[in-house]
């Protein structure tokens, strides 16, 4: 099986960036280690747009583990492209944000997703990747 990490805005700072909030482990030494047991390309990307441009594009894999970070809670255009693709896509986030300031805790991206997972900091991208699995199976 084949998966996406895509990761949004400030994701690629994980290590350094609010370690009270993302703890202070690297994001990119974690998920080298996350390469070494499954077959998962990563991106990190800034732009909405670029978001997007990827999203569309997916094809091929047997899902998308998204970390849209900040968008999240402001993009419609990345809910419309995940909901004009087949691929699975899971929403993850470090933090839990449903337990943060309440612009925090509408997601756009949720209902478009097949589910979410937030709040076990970096192992998030490995419970979505068996989540993926999990459905896959079905
Ligand atoms: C985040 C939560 C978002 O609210 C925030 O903007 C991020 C990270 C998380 O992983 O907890 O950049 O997606």
Redesign the pocket.
Known sequence: MKFLILN????DQIGTREQSV?GNENIHDYLKRLKQDYDVEVAFESSEATLVEIILSAQDIDGIVL????Y??TSLAIADAIAAIQVPVVE????N?YA?AFY?KTSYIAEKCKGSI?GFGLDVYRLALLSLEAISNR
């Open positions: 949004g805005p400030n994701l993302y970390n849209a970070g900040a999240t809670h993850v986030h470090l933090s944000i943060r925090r937030s």
